[in-house]
């Protein structure tokens, strides 16, 4: 009389076991970078003040800000946020922020956001005179010393 077999054999269970080995192999990185770029969301937040303060200055005209003046500025240890070290800004307007508490990979390195005057030209301010940007460029490498990878930045920063 045969007897019906009941569960898995050894064989298969090894074909499951390494499979999902496979997928753990392939989703671990992908999942850091995830997680990288979703901290460096906050470091985009804290510099888009700076981008709403600037693009008034540029609209309003008036005299020129200095380096560090524009009024958006996280220069001392008690405005610095989890994963912001400091927001500095030069006197057209390009703001840098350096990176801190996300990963080995990032932290140190510096984001930045340029205003441009076209599509490829960085704004340079001309006091008492209103201006028009054309738009922002958000942390292409060139922009700094320390650029951050383009892999870890959030889509909406990514040129």
Do not use: H
């Not at 076991?17 to 985009?44: C, F, H, N, W």
């Not at 200055?57 to 560090?68: E, K, R």
């Not at 508490?101 to 209103?130: C, E, F, K, R, W």
């Amino acid at each position: 009389m045969k007897t019906l077999q009941k569960g898995f054999t050894l064989i298969e269970l090894m074909i499951v076991v390494a499979i999902i080995g496979i997928l753990a192999a392939v989703a671990l990185p992908a999942y850091q970078d995830y997680t990288i770029r979703a901290k460096m969301s906050e470091v985009i937040l804290a510099m888009s003040s700076c981008r709403t303060s600037i693009t008034e200055v540029y609209q309003s005209g008036g005299t020129a800000p200095i380096a560090n003046g524009w009024g958006c500025e996280i220069t001392t240890a008690s405005q610095q946020t989890k994963y912001v070290a400091a927001v500095t800004t030069d006197v057209n307007g390009k703001v840098s922020a350096t990176v801190r508490g996300i990963s080995s990979v990032v932290d140190n390195s510096v984001v930045t956001l340029l205003p441009l005057s076209t599509a490829t030209t960085p704004a340079v301010y001309t006091a008492n005179q209103s201006q028009t940007l054309f738009g922002w460029r958000c942390g292409l490498p060139g922009d700094s010393s320390l650029p951050v990878s383009v892999k870890y930045l959030p889509g909406s920063c990514r040129g």
